[in-house]
């Protein structure tokens, strides 16, 4: 970047001083990242003249840049880089999705409970799971607006709130139509719980971005395993409704300890507050014991418009929407389709896919809706196992993700669950190692 320096000579006499501008010249930019940016430079008589009348001239070079520096908020993150910021923050966001995995991870608990307890019809059982889902589709939308209003910090505490609240209430259901409307609920509040991997994901480094996000997958895993452990605990003693009230509570503590979080710098440059954005990431600097990139911050796209709707079923980005739209239902159904029927198969009395052979039922009595099985803590140890298959599936996109690019990693690994789950059609015991300890 190139300098001007522009000279202006200071002519003081008897009557006063007076300003001539002189020639420029032009420098490099070598010499714009001088200490100094002023330039001083004295003509004519010393000022310690015994001669007080005498003038003199006195020349000043101010040196004017012809483009200011500036920086967007991901040049900012990039340079203060990763440190002890973001390993807090990882931490907080990881108590999120830890208590929203809980939530979920209940529906494969609950749903064999509620069956003894109040006689479900599997149609029944199923709206329990059902109106979770439907809880999250319905309210994405209304948390996406919320954050471009109010911001993602906001949306986290108001959604875990909700999702708190409701939560503890449905520990006091009183029936079935009361359970569904509360559980629906539940699922209304968890639909805003992403934004905190996003907000997570916006204070990262890009050269470390993709593997941070797959590492705090694990609290996902946590948050099962603590569930059902929970379980293992709560259940046999006191009860489902217990197990609901205990859930409920790390929302809670995630809540009160929003408090730390910073809002969004993407979304306070967004929405014209580009002192408070700075703030943040001078929060970040700070913390890190890094320095604050020089000049002035602007957004990542001056006078670009905010996206809509429509903007995904334009002719470029059409055929990227449904793609993903495919991508993510396929997802969500592998993901808590085998969730859901893990705890069906422990249920499941033909001795066959790990539940345990009771000769004496008939198939008709083992698919009657009066018959009902509670778990025992054998099952919830086999469910612990189970969900702790999570675990080397991360470790496995964690190390090949930034070598084979994020397309390969997930269609291996999608090719790699339809393999195993295609086993499930094979007639096994629950412990395949009973046949070899006979």
Known sequence: MDRVVKFKRQVVGKNGSKYEEMEGEEFPSEDAQS?????????????????????????TG????????????????DAIGFGSFQIKLSLLTGLAWMADA??????????????????????????????????MMLSSWFWGKVCDKYGRKVELIFCSVVTFYFGLLSAASPNFVWMLLLRGLVGFGIGGAPQSVTLYAEFLPS??????????????????????????FVMPILGWRWLLAFSACPLLIFSVCCAWLPESARFLIASGRPDKAVAVLERIAASNNKPMPLGRIVEAKQGSK???????????TRNTTFLLWFIWFATAFSYYGLVLMTTELFEYSDGCHGGDLSPAMDKASANCYLNCRLLNRKDYM??????????????????????????????????????FTFLLFICTSRCIRRHYEQ
């Open 35 to 59: 200490p100094s940016n002023q330039v001083e430079i004295s003509n004519g008589s010393d000022s310690n003249s015994p001669s007080k009348s005498a003038s003199f001239e006195k020349t």
């Open 62 to 77: 101010v040196v004017e840049q012809l483009a200011e520096d500036t920086y967007t908020v991901e040049e900012a993150v």
């Open 102 to 135: 809980m939530e979920m991870m209940i529906l494969s608990i609950l749903s064999p409970a509620l069956h003894c307890s109040w006689r479900l019809t599997e149609f029944e059982r199923a709206l329990i799971t059902v109106v979770v889902f439907c809880g």
């Open 207 to 232: 050269a470390t971005r993709a593997k941070c996000v797959v590492a705090i997958e694990v609290f996902w895993v946590i948050g099962t395993c603590f569930e059902v452990l929970l379980a293992y």
């Open 306 to 316: 905010r996206g809509r709707v429509a903007d995904l079923f334009i002719p470029e």
């Open 382 to 419: 086999d469910l612990l196992w189970t969900t702790l298959a999570e675990g080397p599936g991360l470790v496995l996109t964690f190390l090949i993700i930034d070598r084979i690019g994020r397309k390969k990693t997930m269609a291996l690994e999608f090719a790699l669950f339809s393999f």
